[in-house]
């Protein structure tokens, strides 16, 4: 059963993200205002199109959702991490964390990949993260 909830919770963050970015200006919804005059367009007039009102409500109220959805308990254990600075817990899709991460030339026969590293801290601890040897900051 948790292998089930770990799949249905990455498939609602990837769809969170897609929500997030859609408000935030890249909205692909073709309901939107952006699309609404493409006849318009066509005929050579150039209205100003802006991503407006007609998806936001329906994006902010999708975003709520699956946010009280992914709050669920059997969601707890995906969702929060203990931070390696305080040791207190960091919620995933909250605004007060992020991810420190660190690249190094790959080890292994190509020499022309980077390996990746991250870690979860809050915004105030991700300064005090150490650097593993070997390692850089991105």
């Known amino acids: 059963m948790t ?10 963050t990837e769809k969170l ?8 200006g890249k909205c692909n919804d073709i309901d939107c205002d952006k699309y609404m005059y493409k006849d318009l367009l066509k005929k050579r007039y150039k209205p100003v199109l802006e991503h407006n009102f007609s998806c936001m409500k329906k994006l ?27 040791k207190k ?15 190094r ?3 292994y026969n190509n020499k022309n990949c980077s390996e990746w590293k991250g870690v979860w801290a809050h915004i105030s ?6 650097t593993p040897i070997g390692w850089k900051k991105f």
């Open 3 to 12: 292998q089930k909830d770990k799949e249905e919770y990455f498939l609602l």
């Open 17 to 24: 993200d897609e929500i997030n970015w859609a408000i935030d």
């Open 60 to 86: 902010k109220r999708e975003r709520e959702a699956l946010l009280r959805i992914l709050s669920q308990k059997k969601y707890k254990k995906y969702k929060f991490i203990k931070c390696r600075i305080c």
């Open 89 to 103: 817990e960091i919620d995933k899709l909250g605004k007060d964390s992020k991810i420190v991460s660190f690249t």
């Open 105 to 107: 030339p790959s080890v």
């Open 125 to 130: 601890c991700a300064s005090k993260v150490n």
